[in-house]
């Protein structure tokens, strides 16, 4: 019987746990995403003790830690007590302070509560759950990474973070030897409709509905930069940052203005570099250093021939966050580079560009599903296996990209094989309207029946 923390919150995983229980697999468990506090960390610290044997290692292992740091501070910075879009107000040396308090919280958690598995509900992405699985690893306790995929009702699973997109470590759950791909750029992703994305205006019609609807009124209100301003100045714990996010918004919407264009040519011969909104845990958990776009942006320009042109398109849903003065004028610094306005189709520009290129983004697999090659500048893709897909080094030839065909049927059969490696069900509850007529019963039995023979096959 298994002590397992799972890195998971909401009902989907209430029944799944209980199954675990009732079936005897699983004893004690622990489920929470949320960071330790300062009280909590407090607590363990008097009601538990690190054995002498183990405090040598412990504290090498925390060096390693620490003076890996970039990586893990974006992203205890990209999640603050302030807001997740928002530019943390904590000094650096706090942020550093926070991975000795997490580190010594989860190390002392696990040891304490004889935990031998610990389950992750999508990748870790948000610093302290990065720390939680680092932790683990370190005092060799087994790891389960589960993740979404974009396929219907399937999850990804692997038990090394450094297996994203290659998936060695996965199990084969399925015997499909081919699976549909329609060859064709654009995709139905239930995650985009309803105007996802889009700022809410004000109207007589919404203010007249305001008590009705909350998440309206946060739209309306996260829409303007003044009205969020007020409602930022008046509670207390936003009010010293509010200034400054209100002239991080209105800077990035001047610069924003100034450089993008909706004026381009569909028969030039450009390379469609979409940006990623930021933050977000594709930029940084699997972009690397790519976690600066505008470095991807600047070799890619290295690679191309002198006439050809860079078609970059802002994120719909980017924000002020890691839009800088100095972002934009690196990007002006860029030859032949446009800066296409959000509302550009993407659909057309991967159909008529060169080859498209990513950090990670989902349109690489739009591009190689329609034909046309991908470059990837950072790690973790999951369609990384798939063909079409190239990474980026120095030495390589832009031609080569658009000269090279993709066999649309062994690119169903290598999707097939990746298919085959995925688990069954809604493990991340934002995935639930993927689902027609969506049922928590069959949900929690498919998904307990994967993770069966996942871990106990």
Same mark, same amino acid.
């Given at each position: 019987?298994?002590?397992?923390?799972?890195?998971?919150k909401?009902?989907?995983?209430?029944?799944?746990?209980?199954?675990?229980?009732k079936?005897g697999?699983?004893?004690?468990?622990?489920m929470?995403?949320?960071?330790?506090?300062?009280?909590?960390?407090?607590?363990?610290k $008097?009601?538990f003790?690190?054995?002498?044997?183990?405090?040598?290692?412990?504290e090498d292992?925390y060096?390693?830690?620490?003076?890996?740091n970039?990586y893990?501070?974006?992203?205890?910075f990209?999640?603050?007590?302030?807001?997740t879009? $928002?530019?943390?107000s904590?000094?650096?040396?706090?942020?550093?302070?926070?991975i000795?308090i997490?580190?010594?919280f989860y190390?002392?958690?696990?040891?304490?509560k004889?935990?031998?598995?610990?389950?992750?509900?999508?990748?870790?992405?948000?610093?302290w759950?990065?720390?939680?699985?680092? %932790?683990a690893?370190h005092? &060799?306790i087994?790891t389960l990474?589960?993740?979404q995929s974009?396929?219907?009702n399937?999850?990804f699973?692997?038990f090394?973070?450094d297996?994203?997109?290659?998936?060695? %470590?996965? #199990?084969i759950?399925?015997?499909l #030897?081919s699976?549909?791909v329609?060859?064709?750029?654009?995709?139905?992703?239930f995650?985009m409709?309803?105007?996802?994305?889009?700022i809410?205006?004000?109207?007589?019609?919404?203010?007249?509905?305001l !008590?009705?609807y909350?998440?309206?009124?946060?739209?309306?209100?996260?829409g303007?930069d003044?009205?969020?301003l007020?409602?930022?100045?008046?509670?207390?714990?936003?009010?010293?940052?509010?200034?400054?996010?209100?002239?991080?918004?209105r800077?990035?919407?001047?610069?924003? #203005?100034q450089?993008?264009?909706?004026?381009?040519?569909? %028969?030039?011969?450009?390379?469609y570099?979409p940006?990623h909104? &930021?933050?977000?845990?594709?930029? !940084?958990?699997?972009?690397?250093?790519y976690?600066?776009?505008?470095?991807?942006?600047?070799?890619l320009? &290295?690679?191309?021939p002198n006439?050809?042109?860079?078609?970059?398109?802002e994120?719909?849903?980017?924000?002020?966050?890691y839009?800088d003065r100095l972002?934009?004028?690196?990007?002006?610094?860029?030859?032949n580079?446009?800066?296409?306005?959000k509302? $550009?189709?993407?659909?057309?520009?991967i159909?008529?560009s060169?080859f498209?290129?990513?950090?990670?983004g989902?349109?690489?697999?739009?591009?190689? !599903?329609?034909?046309k090659?991908?470059?990837?500048?950072?790690w973790g893709?999951?369609?990384?296996?798939?063909?079409?897909v190239?990474e980026y080094?120095n030495?390589?030839?832009?031609?080569d990209l658009?000269?090279?065909?993709?066999?649309?049927?062994?690119?169903?059969?290598k999707t097939?094989?990746?298919?085959?490696k995925?688990g %069954?069900?809604?493990?991340y509850?934002t995935y639930?309207?993927?689902?027609p007529?969506?049922?928590m019963?069959?949900n929690?039995?498919?998904?307990?029946?994967s993770l069966?023979?996942?871990l106990?096959?």
């Amino acid at each position: 019987m298994d002590n397992i923390w799972i890195h998971a919150k909401g009902d989907l995983w209430d029944p799944i746990i209980d199954k675990f229980k009732k079936d005897g697999y699983w004893g004690k468990v622990i489920m929470r995403t949320s960071k330790p506090s300062i009280d909590e960390y407090r607590k363990i610290k $008097s009601s538990f003790k690190l054995p002498v044997h183990m405090r040598k290692a412990h504290e090498d292992f925390y060096e390693t830690l620490i003076q890996n740091n970039y990586y893990l501070l974006d992203k205890l910075f990209r999640k603050t007590d302030w807001k997740t879009d $928002s530019y943390n107000s904590s000094s650096f040396h706090e942020l550093s302070w926070r991975i000795r308090i997490y580190y010594e919280f989860y190390k002392m958690c696990l040891l304490k509560k004889k935990i031998n598995l610990v389950i992750f509900m999508n990748t870790p992405h948000m610093g302290w759950d990065n720390i939680l699985y680092e %932790t683990a690893k370190h005092c &060799q306790i087994k790891t389960l990474i589960l993740d979404q995929s974009k396929f219907p009702n399937k999850f990804f699973h692997f038990f090394n973070f450094d297996d994203y997109g290659v998936f060695e %470590t996965s #199990k084969i759950l399925g015997n499909l #030897k081919s699976y549909e791909v329609e060859k064709k750029v654009e995709k139905d992703w239930f995650y985009m409709k309803k105007n996802q994305g889009k700022i809410s205006t004000l109207s007589l019609k919404k203010l007249l509905t305001l !008590s009705k609807y909350q998440k309206r009124i946060h739209n309306i209100i996260e829409g303007n930069d003044y009205l969020r301003l007020l409602k930022e100045l008046s509670i207390r714990r936003y009010r010293p940052q509010a200034f400054f996010r209100f002239y991080t918004e209105r800077n990035y919407k001047k610069n924003l #203005k100034q450089l993008s264009t909706a004026r381009y040519s569909l %028969t030039n011969e450009f390379i469609y570099f979409p940006l990623h909104t &930021q933050p977000e845990r594709a930029t !940084s958990i699997w972009g690397g250093i790519y976690l600066d776009q505008v470095l991807a942006l600047e070799r890619l320009a &290295q690679i191309i021939p002198n006439e050809w042109f860079i078609y970059v398109k802002e994120a719909p849903k980017q924000k002020g966050a890691y839009r800088d003065r100095l972002f934009f004028e690196r990007i002006k610094l860029i030859p032949n580079l446009l800066y296409l306005s959000k509302q $550009s189709n993407t659909f057309e520009l991967i159909k008529h560009s060169q080859f498209v290129a990513t950090i990670v983004g989902t349109v690489g697999w739009e591009a190689i !599903s329609c034909g046309k090659n991908v470059l990837c500048f950072g790690w973790g893709r999951w369609y990384k296996t798939l063909p079409g897909v190239y990474e980026y080094q120095n030495n390589i030839i832009a031609h080569d990209l658009v000269k090279k065909s993709i066999d649309h049927d062994l690119l169903q059969k290598k999707t097939a094989d990746l298919i085959n490696k995925c688990g %069954t069900g809604i493990i991340y509850d934002t995935y639930i309207p993927s689902i027609p007529n969506f049922s928590m019963g069959e949900n929690t039995k498919t998904v307990v029946e994967s993770l069966k023979r996942i871990l106990y096959s």
